[in-house]
């Protein structure tokens, strides 16, 4: 066993800068990932990042637009936070040297859906999470007192008297389970997009920090909004690559199989409209020619432009043929972004001491029921410094947080705070990944109803109930897909209500008894989650 001052799990942009900022307090560190430290979500980022830089922008207005596309279930102090410490963050990006795109000697902004000025920073045009990833990962890799361990799968959080004092992980290398000790604990472990059998994400991407959190107690709120972007390449045989939505900004417009412009139909902003808008439209379209996608149609860029703007979306598109700037891209929605999680204050505390969470593992409330473009990388790089001020700052010295003097409507939402009760055992199909991702695209997806989520949560808990102690990253994987799809079953069906990118067939309309956050919870029998480790071994730093 092998004690450190602190324990990073996650290799994305918020445990990556979370990991940066420790060592530079001096602290001894130990980052854990399972696959390399450039497998993650940060690094499929096109867009860019959101910041209130240009002169013609503002943090209120970049306030008032995240506020807006949140559908009422924002928490206005983390958005406060969010906008008015994220410019600060992102010149700390430019001065780590991530070579944001710059246009007559000054940064290039670009504008997407739902905001109402340009203020996206993107980086070698459409690879922005590229760049920012490499940067960062460099300075990491090199950064004093920490210890990086790839190909580690951390698979248990390790509590003690209610608190959390260390980990487990499976080294995949040698098949030894090691324990390590911290007195605080960073999950930084991103999304769930492996649940759908349609996402954008890439195959890290299965929900394990917020079923470790779960499984020693802390509250998952909100986990019921999951974002569909409503381009993603769709052509069969290939992956569900992400258009980004950058490429709208610039000028392109979504037509359906007989030709025809179709947003002026759904929303008065039209290919601009939020995500969950454009998605459903989408869908809509789809259903009524029976067509399996329709067309971003980038034409009016032209194809010299297009190949300069989005370098990497005209590379991978001319892979099938496709010349972005000539020729329509087909395209549907598909899994991309998870807006709840491990519920957190401002300062990244969860519901269980020692255990801190960031990135979009955690929900810090600033998406509410519908992520503004562009604000996830924001978030990952001002909670997480937030996270390391509180841990190495005494709180009581803390500097006054930015929402102080807050609007007096600003109010603090309910919460409903539901106990999960334990599996049961039932009939139910044969558990595979497969058969797990196309019920939840099925279930809960883009659209969700009574019957079907009282199915899927059935057939979860039987699952769950029956399944063997895991042995391998694919089973622990498994597992916490499957307990995800559980949860978010669970809080769509008490959610009586349709709301930014939840929408009930059955409840079609936003209901203001329902502008409240859903926490979930579970007892706990033990401190970790399987039980003892059956083979632990010593670790070594």
């Known amino acids: 066993m092998t004690r450190y001052d602190l324990i990073v799990v996650g290799s994305g942009l918020a445990g990556l800068y979370a990991t940066l900022l420790a060592s530079q307090r001096g602290a001894r560190i130990l980052l854990l990932t399972k696959e390399r430290l450039e497998d993650c979500n940060t690094a499929y980022a096109q867009g860019g990042i959101a910041a209130a830089l240009a002169a013609s922008d503002s943090p209120a207005l970049h306030y008032r637009d995240t506020i807006a ?8 102090s983390a958005v406060r936070i969010l906008v008015e410490e994220g410019p600060a963050r992102v010149r700390e990006l430019i001065n780590l040297g991530v070579p944001f795109d710059r246009t007559n000697g000054g940064l290039a902004f670009g504008r997407e859906g739902a905001h109402s000025a340009p203020r996206i920073l993107h980086a070698g045009g459409d690879a922005t999470g590229a760049n920012i990833e490499r940067t960062v990962v460099a300075r990491v890799r090199c950064a004093p007192g920490v210890t990086i361990r790839e190909n580690h799968f951390v698979n248990g959080l390790v ?9 487990t992980a499976l080294d995949e290398t040698s098949g ?26 890439p195959t890290v991407a299965t929900g394990d920090g917020i079923a470790l959190a779960f499984r020693v107690g802390a509250r998952i709120t909100d986990i019921e909004f999951i974002q569909f972007h409503p381009t993603a390449l769709a052509i069969p045989g290939a992956p569900r690559f992400l258009i980004s ?8 417009v979504l037509i359906n199989e007989a030709g025809e412009r179709f947003m002026a139909r759904y929303d008065e902003r039209l290919e601009l409209a939020p995500r969950d808008v454009v998605a459903r439209a989408i869908a809509s379209e789809m259903r009524a020619s029976g067509s399996s996608h329709v067309y971003l149609d980038a034409s009016g860029l032209g194809s010299e432009r297009a190949r300069k703007r989005f370098p990497t979306i005209a590379r991978v598109c001319a892979e099938y043929g496709i010349d972005i700037g000539r020729d329509p891209i087909p395209v549907a929605p598909a899994a991309h972004y998870l807006m709840g999680g491990i519920r957190t204050s401002t300062w990244g505390e969860t519901s269980i001491p020692g255990l801190f969470a960031c990135g979009e593992c955690a929900c810090t409330g600033v998406h509410g029921a519908n992520r503004l473009a562009s604000n996830s990388l924001l978030e990952t790089i001002v909670f997480a410094s937030r996270v390391i001020r509180y841990i190495f700052e005494d709180p009581r010295e803390q ?23 334990p599996p049961e055992s039932a009939t139910a199909p044969p558990r595979s990944v497969d058969t797990l991702r196309d019920l939840a695209w099925s279930l809960i997806g883009l659209v969700r109803q009574a019957d079907g989520l009282r199915r899927l949560e059935q057939i979860t808990s039987a699952w769950m109930a029956s399944a063997p102690r895991p042995t391998s990253r694919a089973q622990y994987e498994l597992d916490n897909l499957t307990l995800l799809a559980r949860l978010i079953a669970v809080a769509a069906l008490l959610r009586e209500e349709s709301r930014g990118a939840h929408y009930r067939s059955d409840f079609p309309r936003t209901r203001p008894e329902w502008r409240r956050h859903i926490n979930l919870y579970s007892r706990l029998t033990h401190g970790v989650p399987y039980g003892p480790p059956a083979n632990a071994s010593c670790g070594h730093g």
């Open 69 to 76: 596309a949140g559908a009422g279930l924002c928490d206005p």
């Open 159 to 167: 509590a003690e008297n209610g608190r959390v004092t260390g980990l």
């Open 176 to 201: 030894i389970e090691h324990q390590f000790e911290a007195p605080v604990v960073i999950l930084a472990t991103g999304g769930a997009g492996q649940l759908f059998s349609h996402t954008t994400n």
């Open 245 to 252: 939505e950058a490429v709208r900004g610039e000028g392109a």
């Open 399 to 421: 500097p006054a947080d930015p929402v102080a003097d807050a609007a007096e409507d600003e109010v603090t939402l309910p919460d409903l705070s539901v106990e999960v009760p």
